[in-house]
């Protein structure tokens, strides 16, 4: 049954090849100073940072440079950026990159007016937004988090080994976001898959979870479908503008709280896999990758109905004379033929895991509650030694 | 291909059965002077309007009734509405009823300070609102047309006997709209119906056009199976708050502009059904449904890939051993068997419609070329004498 919620999202979207002519109008509406967000340098090899910037400079802004956001971005790095941040009375922060980047942005927003420490307050204590919170905006250049239209916010302290999200209230959200599916093409294919099962884990954390009939599911099955069948064209062949356009669409309705509405939703395959990448920097993807068929198959017999359901609507798994647990079955051998053939990470040995790391890892896995079954400390160990 | 475009959707949704509550802290946002604006007077009689206006009063605003909002809302009434709105000085439009009260009040909104006859200017020239549009909220008692989530607004000059809609830009959509799925368990079932039947249809209408792999089109497959789904429960038992909350939810998102994202559309069963409408008053969703099967058996040769999808995907089809267009006409008569199974209307002279009527009737005809086939004038007439 759909349960009592409310929706509001307020982030505009442009989407397309020509969408970033849209960044003038919108960087119109805030003042000068624009604290600049972004990774590695990739956006200054692929000419995006320059095109960024000549726009910047053509509605006569003043930039403050923000570089270097990781992977994971840290405590330490979110430090830097309020500090860059207040130093320079920043009006408004653009995000020029993925998630990460995208992430640190919505972090750094709610922390240039919070008195108390942002780590402390919003990923220990979870407590909400009670300070001005910097506009943010976001150019993208890699599909996966959905963090362009979400309020969400995953920052990891490198010293305690906690990698934790906060998802932020609209207010949180960014003011827009564009949408270039050509600005994901020169992303290396490790990166492009990892993103690709990213998507594909937030629908599935959202999916697995809850007994009712629930329209948020139908919607879910379809964005599975949907990447499933653009995933394989665009492993081919990387420039296929319909197949990554399709990627960084569905990407954005995997996450922006419409899947969610109405029902209870899982989240523990994210949870081990922060934990994961915790303890070894590891692609935010592939840390999901390489736990998640171990959690699903553990939690299966506790949530037969969905997973047979899954096996026959997103992977048409024939259901003449088998059990239910036969065709749930099959369905996550379908599910692991096809995350193999996309070349995503199978296990955690691979990511730099070992045996003595497992009880670290347990230690800073965040216990949900919404899924088919309440995972015990024991359990969480099993979950890893069966993905070693 | 997803084509380029952009997204925008800021009406707040509240949705579930305390959803009322919400009434209070979004009425505070706006002005004292509300128009009250409902239909017949079911709301009377099922006591939603003793709860609305109680939660007026308590926030101290001065009510100005505007009642008698009609099935199909004329030219005239439109006039009224507008009158009301310019000698009480009206700050905000409270529209209580279903699609039609909600266009209405759109309607109105953009009208009470143009200058220009608004029939005229939006519903002949189809021109952009220039002036201050007075904010609109909804409390929704029937689910069917999407007008609480969109900026669209459909109003019938009685006198020319023409049916027009105009979809006016973000700035007219709803501030915030109330969703319970109880207010909707009074309607008369045939009401109910015939806005099972509108959201369907407004699914099909974006469904049906294009060639190209598009992620729109999976959620439109979902939102189609969902209430398929419900409306079998729902025309069983109405008060199945289960299934009243799915075909509640799933009215939003099949016209709230998302599933027409990235592609092209047709909306010539509405065009027809609209010119039906103009001409015998009928209600909105039976007049779609008598014209629905004739257009989309006549169109189906030029899009016949895409109805074999539909047939597969929505209604389970079989494919083994048949051709394309036997698959395909399997899934138009699936979808028979259920319109009839739900007592919708299957032709227009149940309607009122004679031989006499039917040139005026593709006289008041819009049209479009997003379809699969840009119908000439004889073949709308050759679709209406198959409808008869």
Not at 125 to 149: I, N, Q
Not at 179 to 194: D, G, I, R
Not at 202 to 225: P, R, V, W
Not at 370 to 383: A, C, D, P, Q, S
Request: glycine share 8%; proline share 3%; with cysteine.
């Amino acid at each position: 049954m759909l349960g009592s919620f409310s929706y509001k999202n307020p982030t505009t979207l442009y989407f397309g090849e020509d969408s970033l002519n849209y960044l003038s109008s919108e960087l119109s509406k805030y003042g000068k100073n624009i604290q600049l967000v972004y990774g590695g340098g990739s956006i200054k090899k692929n000419g995006i940072y320059d095109k960024v910037v000549a726009i910047l400079k053509a509605n006569n802004k003043e930039i403050f440079e923000d570089a270097g956001v990781m992977p994971n971005p840290t405590v330490k790095k979110l430090n830097e950026g309020i500090r860059i941040a207040r130093e320079n009375n920043i009006d408004f922060i653009l995000a020029v990159g993925g998630g990460s980047c995208c992430d640190y942005a919505k972090a750094v927003s709610v922390s240039v007016y919070c008195d108390d420490d942002p780590w402390e307050k919003y990923y220990i204590r979870f407590e909400d937004v009670d300070c001005k919170v910097v506009p943010v905006g976001c150019v993208l250049t890699m599909a996966g988090t959905g963090s362009e239209m979400n309020g969400g916010a995953v920052i990891t302290n490198s010293e305690s080994k906690l990698k934790i999200g906060h998802v932020f209230g609209d207010n949180v959200m960014p003011k827009f976001a564009i949408l270039n599916p050509e600005f994901t093409f020169t992303l290396p294919k490790k990166q492009m898959v990892a993103g690709i099962y990213d998507i594909f884990n937030h629908i599935c954390e959202q999916y697995f979870s809850g007994e009712d009939d629930n329209t948020s599911d139908y919607i879910s099955e379809a964005l599975m479908k949907s990447i499933i069948h653009s995933s394989k064209i665009a492993v081919l062949n990387p420039e296929d503008y319909e197949a990554r356009s399709n990627i960084m669409w569905t990407a954005t309705w995997a996450l922006n709280t419409l899947i969610a509405k109405g029902k209870s939703t899982d989240w523990m395959v994210h949870m081990i896999g922060q934990s994961v990448g915790a303890h070894t920097n590891a692609t935010h993807g592939m840390t999901l990758s390489a736990v998640s068929l171990p959690y699903y198959r553990y939690i299966m017999p506790y949530g037969l109905h969905k997973f047979k359901r899954f096996a026959i609507e997103v992977w048409g798994i024939n259901d003449a004379n088998k059990t239910d647990e036969q065709i749930a079955q099959e369905g996550l051998s379908a599910m692991e033929l096809w995350m193999r053939e996309l070349g995503l990470t199978m296990n955690i040995s691979e990511l730099g895991v070992n045996n003595d790391m497992l009880e670290g890892i347990v230690d800073g896995t965040i216990i949900m509650d919404g899924g088919y079954k309440v995972l015990e400390r024991n359990e969480i160990l099993e979950i890893l030694k069966l993905s070693l």
